[in-house]
């Protein structure tokens, strides 16, 4: 069983491109969370979705910024119109269910040039 | 709002020390808590993970123990290995299943 794979690691975009990563669950996984790390900062949640649903995006930018969770698929985080102050780390964990141990992907880091 | 906080910040000890992470939380209606490690540019690798009803979690040279009544929890690392440097970072889950983080301790273990 791998791990959650997120692709592609490195990611670089010019100012008003649009980023899309990619993040695949563990096998059986149907929780799936967001979280972006910005430079010398902690981690902060940015969406929680289950299959084909979005549960929680209370921590997603009002603008730009979009995630999905198709029933065949990777999720995918879409950003917008890309701006300098994107430039992060983004993570994707997935768990079985809600109580139980999650497990982090590798991070994109996206670096808007 | 969930606020976690970790102390120390940073941490530099000596090969072989036992050493005591702290942290603290705000609200104590949590599901679990489990603890991170993130090495420099990498992800986040499990350590361990403590449900709200239990007390502690042991694995290895690692245990974490939760009180979740106070709103604390600390992870003990024995007899530390320059291989544990990194950044341990705890995180709650709460309402809607999202995790808190702390801002993490970086622990550097000198040989």
């Known amino acids: 069983n791998a791990g959650v794979m997120q692709n592609p690691r490195h990611l670089v975009r010019r100012r008003g491109q649009e980023a899309r990563l990619r993040c695949s669950p563990m096998?059986?996984?149907?929780?799936v969370y967001w979280y972006r790390q910005l430079p010398e900062e902690g981690l902060k949640f940015m969406v929680y979705l289950q299959k084909e649903n979005i549960i929680d995006e209370s921590g997603m930018p009002k603008e730009r910024f979009s995630a999905e969770f198709p029933k065949e698929g990777p999720s995918i985080l879409r950003i917008q119109q890309v701006v300098r102050g994107d430039s992060a780390a983004y993570f994707c964990?997935?768990?079985?269910?809600?109580?139980?141990?999650?497990?982090f992907g590798q991070g994109t880091r996206l670096t808007v040039v | 709002k969930q606020e976690v906080t970790q102390i120390p910040a940073a941490l530099s000890v000596p090969e072989g020390e036992n050493l005591v992470l702290n942290c603290s939380f705000t609200?104590?209606?949590?599901?679990?808590l489990q603890w991170f490690r993130q090495d420099p540019g990498k992800g986040l690798t499990s350590l361990l993970l403590?449900?709200?009803?239990?007390r502690e979690q042991t694995s290895g040279r690692l245990n974490a123990s939760l009180d979740k009544s106070s709103g604390r929890s600390t992870l003990y690392i024995a007899a530390s290995q320059p291989g544990d440097s990194a950044t341990y970072l705890c995180a709650v889950r709460g309402n809607f299943n999202k995790f808190y983080f702390g801002s993490g301790t970086k622990l550097n273990v000198k040989p």
């Open positions: 609200d104590s209606a949590i599901y679990n």
């Open positions: 964990a997935s768990s079985p269910r809600p109580d139980t141990e999650a497990f």
């Open positions: 096998k059986g996984h149907s929780h």
């Open positions: 403590i449900q709200s009803s239990q």
